[in-house]
T-cell receptor, first 114, second 110 residues
């Protein structure tokens, strides 16, 4: 079974630009969650999608948005990039809704904002 | 609210034991434990769904005290491969979000 894939793996952008990250979950998984990881902050929850619906959202500004498609693939968009958005963005998929089952993480997208 | 992990860092020699604690201020539905090695994605270790539940595989086990809203991860007879950062994640009854702690960095030396 193929694991969670994320594209691109690395991205360099400048302040003010926008970026779209993609996540393909494990086949059959309907839940996709996104996390931002920075040194010292650990894994910060961004949002969770289940069957194309956003179920939960973390404490991030509205510049961070996402969506999920009918095939469970998910995208995350960050508009008007700031230096502080530089981080590793991880997505995780699960067969069940958050809390009741293990999450499988992708390798992440390393975003650098200059 | 983010769960609190302690200690923040642990240094061990091979064969020694360690305990990592995770506590929350909220009533918990489940506790997850993950390990992340440098440059890699977090990997699932175990999930505890019921108060008082204890789980384990190999020499890594965990307990969940629902009344105290705490969980502990036990690593016995540590191996070099145990090195990494351990994260607990908690799901509370009222938020339904998986929120991770800031992690405990564990280093095992020969």
């Amino acid at each position: 079974k193929a694991g969670v894939t994320q594209t691109p793996r690395y991205l360099i952008k400048t302040r003010g630009q926008q970026v779209t990250l993609s996540c393909s979950p494990i086949s059959g998984h309907r839940s996709v969650s996104w996390y931002q990881q920075t040194p010292g902050q650990g894994l910060q929850f961004l949002f969770e999608y289940f069957s194309e619906t956003q179920r939960n959202k973390g404490n991030f500004p509205g510049r961070f948005s996402g969506r999920q498609f009918s095939n469970s693939r998910s995208e995350m968009n960050v508009s008007t990039l700031e230096l502080g958005d530089s981080a590793l963005y991880l997505c995780a998929s699960s067969s069940a809704r958050t809390g009741g089952d293990e999450q499988f993480f992708g390798p992440g997208t390393r975003l650098t904002v200059l | 609210q983010q769960p609190v992990q302690s200690p923040q860092a642990v240094i061990l020699r091979e064969g020694e034991d360690a305990v990592i604690n995770c506590s929350s201020s909220k009533a918990l539905y489940s506790v997850h434990w993950y390990r992340q090695k440098h440059g890699e994605a977090p990997v699932f270790l175990m999930i505890l769904l019921k108060g008082g539940e204890q789980k384990g595989h190999d020499k890594i086990s965990a307990s969940f005290n629902e009344k105290k809203q705490q969980s502990s991860l036990y690593l016995t007879a540590s191996q070099l491969s145990y090195s990494g950062t351990y994260f607990c994640g908690t799901v509370s009854y009222n938020t339904d979000k998986l929120i991770f702690g800031t992690g405990t960095r564990l280093q095992v030396f020969p």
